[in-house]
């Protein structure tokens, strides 16, 4: 197994990963703005192969799993609380 950090994956060949992790950023200053997040699920459906997985934790109010859907492909939720939601998303 490798571990890699890295600017929404901009060094990572597209389809070569199994599995990220993502818990993306929402704030800038005290604005909630979810482009960043958007782009790393982006990013995310690129390098992951088909099957692959994206788990992703965000605050519950983002409320990112039609995103999710739309973007790397079928999303669950593997857990959740008032707070934070822990998503499942499968590659298409």
């Known amino acids: 197994m490798e571990t890699l950090r890295d600017d929404a994956a901009g060094s990572v060949p597209d389809g070569s990963v199994d599995l990220v992790v993502c818990n993306p950023p929402f704030h800038v200053g005290a604005a909630v703005v979810t482009t960043a997040a958007d782009r790393l699920f982006t990013a995310a459906a690129r390098v992951l192969r088909p099957g692959g997985e994206l788990w992703t ?35 298409r």
Request: aromatic share 8%.
């Open 57 to 91: 934790v965000y605050n519950s109010a983002l409320r990112y799993r039609p995103v999710l859907n739309r973007i790397v492909g079928p999303t669950r939720v593997a857990g959740q609380d008032p707070r934070f939601t822990v998503t499942v998303s499968r590659r």
